[in-house]
């Protein structure tokens, strides 16, 4: 797809996940027609400079989107579920970074060094998580050659998984002492809270579910055992993760190395 003719919308351009997405085009070195940035009304009218220009953030509106060829949907779960829809009636293809779509059958989870061939068999592709994106760049080259049985995945995941006022918020108790607030029922600061999103009738979190399930589809093994943990930790950005694997054959720990570094995925 040669990206000069494009023109493309960003849901989200505000928040922290839409700055992490314009400057990563930057890094990319991608250029296209036309860029529109949209967030809510309370931020439109912003400006933003990209790649030496000044954009104007607009609230989001349809008659804007429409004749759009690529929109990214840098948002929550609500903003998603109302403005994909509008888009594919449009034909307007949609990057959805939101947990909205992701366990959707009908929207392919997409990692391109695994899956990138259903890109082209829907204009709507969902993104995982962002720990699930780690770890199954893993898991996949494993499964594809020796087998997976089952996985234990221990997660301890940064503040910026949580938004801008997580890291906002941590920086104040850093130099004002760590306290619980009105927004924080705990302190951040030198804190680790082992509780990531809702807790279900199980026991598990939604952050715990979330990992499991969409390593499932990901990989296309939907009875894959999967068991996780999820601790949010006080640093402002990287996740990191241990993990244990059983596989269904056995292997040398030098197979076994070989097999991840022959991974298309960061090593």
């Given at each position: 797809?040669?990206?000069?003719?494009?023109?493309?919308?960003l849901l989200?351009?505000t928040?922290?996940?839409?700055?992490?997405f314009?400057?990563?085009l930057?890094e990319e070195?991608l250029?296209?027609?036309?860029?529109?940035?949209f967030?809510?009304?309370n931020?439109?009218g912003?400006?933003?400079n990209?790649?030496?220009?000044?954009l104007?953030?607009e609230?989001?509106?349809?008659?804007?989107l429409?004749?759009l060829d690529?929109?990214?949907?840098?948002t929550?779960?609500?903003?998603?579920?109302t403005?994909?829809p509008?888009?594919?009636k449009?034909s307007?293809?949609v990057?959805?970074n939101?947990a909205?779509?992701?366990?959707?059958?009908?929207?392919?989870?997409?990692i391109?060094e695994?899956?990138?061939?259903?890109?082209?068999?829907?204009?709507w592709?969902?993104s995982p998580?962002c720990?699930t994106?780690?770890?199954?760049?893993?898991l996949?080259?494993?499964?594809m050659?020796f087998?997976?049985?089952?996985?234990?995945?221990?997660?301890?995941?940064?503040?910026?998984g949580a938004g801008?006022?997580?890291?906002?918020?941590?920086e104040l108790q850093k130099?004002q002492?760590?306290?619980p607030?009105a927004?924080f029922?705990?302190?951040?600061?030198?804190?680790?809270?082992?509780?990531?999103g809702?807790i279900?009738?199980?026991?598990c979190?939604?952050e715990e579910?979330k990992?499991?399930?969409?390593?499932?589809k990901?990989?296309?093994?939907?009875?894959?055992k999967v068991s996780?943990?999820?601790?949010r930790?006080p640093v402002?950005?990287?996740?990191?993760?241990?993990?244990?694997?059983?596989?269904?054959?056995?292997?040398?720990?030098?197979?076994?190395?070989?097999c991840l570094?022959?991974?298309p995925?960061p090593q």
């Amino acid at each position: 797809m040669m990206t000069e003719n494009k023109k493309i919308g960003l849901l989200g351009a505000t928040g922290l996940v839409g700055q992490t997405f314009l400057e990563i085009l930057i890094e990319e070195n991608l250029i296209f027609a036309e860029i529109r940035l949209f967030a809510s009304a309370n931020s439109a009218g912003k400006e933003i400079n990209h790649m030496g220009k000044s954009l104007r953030v607009e609230e989001t509106h349809e008659d804007r989107l429409k004749d759009l060829d690529v929109v990214f949907i840098c948002t929550g779960d609500s903003v998603s579920q109302t403005w994909a829809p509008i888009l594919k009636k449009h034909s307007v293809k949609v990057v959805d970074n939101s947990a909205h779509f992701r366990m959707d059958p009908e929207i392919p989870l997409v990692i391109p060094e695994i899956n990138a061939h259903l890109i082209s068999k829907s204009g709507w592709i969902a993104s995982p998580n962002c720990t699930t994106s780690q770890l199954v760049l893993a898991l996949h080259p494993l499964q594809m050659e020796f087998g997976l049985e089952s996985v234990i995945a221990a997660t301890y995941q940064s503040l910026s998984g949580a938004g801008r006022e997580w890291i906002d918020e941590h920086e104040l108790q850093k130099k004002q002492g760590p306290r619980p607030s009105a927004d924080f029922t705990f302190s951040l600061a030198d804190n680790c809270f082992p509780q990531i999103g809702s807790i279900d009738p199980k026991g598990c979190s939604s952050e715990e579910t979330k990992v499991r399930q969409e390593t499932r589809k990901i990989l296309g093994v939907p009875n894959l055992k999967v068991s996780t943990l999820a601790v949010r930790v006080p640093v402002p950005y990287s996740h990191s993760m241990a993990v244990w694997v059983k596989l269904q054959k056995e292997v040398s720990r030098a197979d076994f190395l070989n097999c991840l570094r022959s991974s298309p995925g960061p090593q």
